[in-house]
């Protein structure tokens, strides 16, 4: 039970060249075959193609599951799936290895509990497929086992394994705020996906997106803060917990919502901010980077008034 990444990866985190491994690296191939043999793995439609135009047929004494969107693909001796949710459910009852490629380690990155990466030293020039960025703080390099080149094998290397320091979690159930976020929550969980990934926000989160950008979507918040007069939520849509992980140009569209929100609700005044990362620090219920953006009554003189709170994080009561 559980989910694996297996990856053999130079210090640019280069994985392919025209859709081959960009090395021959014989001793990584054993490797690759004592880690993964009897076990379940997943491979892109791509990755498969390229094994069968190696070896000609599936990975021998595994289990090959082959993703693809396109919905008739059949091949002999595989099974394919059609969506990473169904990864998710394998993992469950079986010891699932990813092997690639670039798309599928991508998605399946945030849900990894082991990397098995190879760390090979060598320099690719004509590259053009790479290993997402790893969030290393996230990781505790477990084992390591440099290899010297040799003969058969032109490039040193290190096999490297690398586990999860906390359980993944996309989810704080102390931090929701009313019975329906927690009763949506909890099917979130049992599903295993992050709530706020594009295709999952759009599938779980009950209110319509009203803004659409290439790399945010726009909806008001399903629990509003109490007192508020708005309360919209931008979510980035791939996957991201910190927000040096948001790519420069999304930071750049942000300004397309704000005056798309100006305009539409006639603002005068307002407020934003991020939540990120570990929820124990932001006081928030989803780990995926996301902005409150909101709006409370003006102040005045009546009494019954009183100032909007937002849970940030924690201090010592006596502060
Ligand atoms: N260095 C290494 O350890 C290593 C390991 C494996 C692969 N590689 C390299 O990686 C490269 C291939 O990577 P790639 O990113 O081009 O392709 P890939 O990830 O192997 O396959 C992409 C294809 O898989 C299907 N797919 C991916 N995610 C899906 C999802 N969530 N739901 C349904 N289908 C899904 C789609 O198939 P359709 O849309 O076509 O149906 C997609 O076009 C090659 O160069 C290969 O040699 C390197
Ligand atoms: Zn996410």
Redesign the pocket.
């Known amino acids: 039970m559980g989910l694996s990444i297996?990856?053999?990866?130079n210090k640019d985190n280069v994985?392919?060249?025209?859709?081959?491994?960009?090395w021959e690296l014989p001793k990584d191939l054993k490797y690759f075959s004592k880690i993964t043999k009897g076990q379940t793995v997943v491979?892109?439609?791509?990755?498969?193609e390229?094994i069968q135009s190696r070896i000609g047929k599936p990975l021998p004494g595994r289990k090959n599951v082959i993703?693809?969107?396109?919905k008739d693909?059949k091949v002999e001796g595989c099974e394919v799936?059609?969506?990473?949710e169904s990864v998710i459910d394998l993992a469950k009852t079986d010891d699932v290895f990813i092997?690639?490629?670039?798309?599928?380690?991508k998605?399946a990155l945030p849900y990894a509990n082991t990397l098995y990466i190879?760390e090979v030293s060598a320099e690719i020039k004509n590259a053009?497929?790479w290993?997402p960025k790893i969030n290393y703080p996230e990781w505790e390099l477990t084992q390591e086992d440099p290899q010297s080149k040799d003969e058969n094998n032109p490039y040193d290397m290190n096999f490297k394994v690398y586990k999860r320091k906390k359980p993944i979690e996309f989810l704080d159930f102390e931090h929701a705020r009313t019975p329906e976020q927690i009763a949506l929550m909890k099917k979130i969980e049992k599903d295993g996906l992050c709530p706020f990934c594009e295709k999952y926000f759009k599938k779980y989160h009950p209110n319509k997106i009203l803004k659409e950008t290439s790399n945010w979507m726009v909806s008001e918040n399903m629990s509003p803060y109490a007192g508020t007069k708005l309360h919209l939520i931008i979510v980035y849509k791939e996957h991201a917990i910190m927000p040096g992980e948001i790519k420069p140009e999304a930071y750049a569209e942000l300004s397309e919502i704000f005056k798309w929100a100006e305009k539409k609700y006639k603002l005068k005044a307002g407020s934003f901010f991020m939540r990120f990362g570990d929820t124990c620090y932001t006081g928030g219920s989803v780990n995926h980077a996301h902005i409150q953006f909101l709006l409370g009554s003006a102040k005045s003189d009546d009494a019954n008034k009183d100032k909007l709170k937002v849970k940030l994080g924690y201090k010592k009561k006596s502060i």
Not at 6 to 9: N, P
Not at 15 to 22: A, E, R
Not at 67 to 70: H, T
């Open positions: 297996i990856v053999a990866t994985i392919g060249v025209k859709n081959d491994l960009p491979m892109g439609k791509t990755t498969f390229s993703l693809a969107f396109e693909y799936v059609n969506d990473w092997i690639g490629g670039a798309m599928v380690y998605t190879t053009d497929c290993f």
